[in-house]
């Protein structure tokens, strides 16, 4: 559908972060996948509609291998489209991503207690890496109505500047994490800033429909806008922005859970690999190493679980896979170093001989190894404090081809509004995680049936290529003479989408 939707249209997608990021290694030049949510989601869209994706090129041996016009093609046997990189200076990247993107925005729109910090000379920054990136769009547009898919949080001016240079294009702008509520947004004092910058599109699309709301509450303290609450859609000198939920989703069924062995192969070889019981209960976890995903909570929780000894468990195994992220920041470096410590604290008290009840995997993963560990698992546990999504807790429920494992989810994270499968935790109530994590290695194997079921259901209907499709489906219908705002255009167009 994606393919025929857009043939003959050029599709330019933005991202911070690159597809691919080619490495020097002792052995020449690698290529890595990076660990990122957003990666998962896109990549598979872009290959089926072609296209070009602009991204910061942060790898060292990322321009040894790029054309003289930054760019090199990402093939696969599911189709290529073209990597243009854009190069940031020491500076840009401190201030614009370390900075204002992860040290402001980031803390700003989730609800994990960690202060917002921010600074003239990061916004500024990001100020200045918005309007690169727009050149960069500029660049590689092919006609003056290409589709310009806009993501994430590092890029909220990006509509508005793209907009002024190129007013026919069609331009969608996803944002990935929570938008937080009017009062909370109004910690950073140029908010306004970022609400008109992606009103410069023709949809911002949210994870939920809260946070398209809090996102349509922002943009009514501005004043002079109009806004169709009931319709989601803003009224803006460009035409009607249309403001609602896509939520993102994985492939189903995925191609790691079709080439992946078998789930008693896959039980034995992982146990055995880690050297615990082969019928020994088994927890997965897969984070980045990032505070927003309750990781400390979570060891918190286990902690207290062991310490009731709970005879039903048996001997429970606890497997973290913690991808390092945003080490250079402080926080994340500290946050680091106490689940290290709280993990050797827990082996210490708790583990006797072989048996060490929490298994910290701190490393980038390949996808075919998180599937292996998915599938030999008996439950997977999400326990973000605040989360836009959370892919993990999709992919644990399309890895179950056997339909059979436990999904442990925070009530927080916005996957929680489709999986209602799951069995729901409140992540800051550790005592009601432990007993979450008890229940879910316990589960009757018919009410596993049961809910893993139902979830699979869902995620067939909406996979990641729905969730691609809706978007830009609706942005195809902006395929029209741009439209003046006036009242009953914003009628019209609510009515037609
Ligand atoms: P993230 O915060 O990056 O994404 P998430 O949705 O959980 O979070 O996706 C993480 C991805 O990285 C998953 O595909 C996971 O398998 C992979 N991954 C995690 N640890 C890994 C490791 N050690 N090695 C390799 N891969 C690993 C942001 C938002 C989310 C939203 C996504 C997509 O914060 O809320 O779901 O974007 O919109």
Known sequence: MLRRQFEGQQVIVVANREPCVHETTADG???RRPISGLVTALDPVLRATGGTWIAHGSGTADRAVVDRFDRVRVDS?????????VWLTRGEERGYYHGF?????????????????????????????????ADAVVAEAQSSRPVVFVHDYHFALLPSLVRERLPDAIVVAFWHIPWPSVSRFARFSCGNALVE???????????????????LDCAATIGEIPIDRANGTVGRPHGVVMVRDYPISVECPSRWARTAPSIDECRRSVRASL?????????IAVDRMDYTKGIEERLSAIRRLLARGNATVGRPVFVQVAAPS????????????????????????????????????????????????FRAADACHVNSLDDGMNLVAKEFVVARD????????????????????????NPFDIDLVADGIADALTLAEDEQERRMRMM?????????????????????????????????????ASGSW
């Open 101 to 133: 993107s992860n040290t402001g925005l980031w803390p700003l729109c989730h609800l994990a207690f960690e202060s917002p910090r921010f600074t003239r000379s990061d916004w500024r920054h990001y100020q200045a890496v918005n309007a690169r990136f």
């Open 77 to 85: 046997e599911d189709g290529t489209y073209t990597l243009r990189r």
């Open 275 to 283: 050297g615990i019981e082969p019928d020994a209960p088994l927890l």
């Open 197 to 215: 910058g992606l009103l410069g599109s023709d949809i911002v699309g949210f994870q939920t429909p809260e946070h398209a709301g809090h996102f």
């Open 326 to 373: 945003r080490t250079r920041l402080e926080k994340y470096r500290l946050l680091g170093e106490r689940v290290r410590a709280q993990v050797e604290a827990i082996n210490s008290r708790f583990g006797s001989g072989e048996y060490q009840p929490v298994r910290l995997i701190e490393r980038h993963v390949e996808p075919s190894e998180i599937f292996r560990l």
């Open 402 to 425: 056997d339909e059979r494992g436990a999904l442990l989810l925070s009530q927080f994270a916005g996957a929680a509004r489709e999986l209602s499968g799951a069995i729901m935790i």
């Open 29 to 31: 030049i690698a290529v």
């Open 456 to 492: 699979r259901g869902h995620l067939a209907d909406y996979d990641v290529y729905r969730w691609a499709g809706d978007l830009l489906d609706d942005a195809a219908k902006v395929r029209r003479p741009p439209q003046k705002y006036s009242p009953d255009s914003m009628a019209a």
